[in-house]
């Protein structure tokens, strides 16, 4: 789950960009997704990687496995 580092809720994320890219024309090969936190205006990106198998995470958003603090 992609949350805001500064808010621990993923409630107010809004994607404001995304993009989705195509090696072959049926295969996904990465997603990148920009978000913004509606409640404290911060900003960070998601990028998935399936050659690598990998996802990364930038700014002031968090990647976790866990429940949000705050739902």
Partial sequence: MITCSN????QFLQI???RV???DGEMINEISE???CTLCGSTGQY????DHDEE???GDV???TERPKYA
Avoid: G, I, N
Wanted: with cysteine.
């Fill in 47 to 50: 990028v998935y990687d399936e």
């Fill in 7 to 10: 808010c621990e809720t993923p």
């Fill in 21 to 23: 890219y195509f090696e």
């Fill in 56 to 58: 990364r995470v930038s």
């Fill in 62 to 64: 968090e990647l976790t």
């Fill in 34 to 36: 920009s978000y913004e």
């Fill in 16 to 18: 404001t960009q995304s």
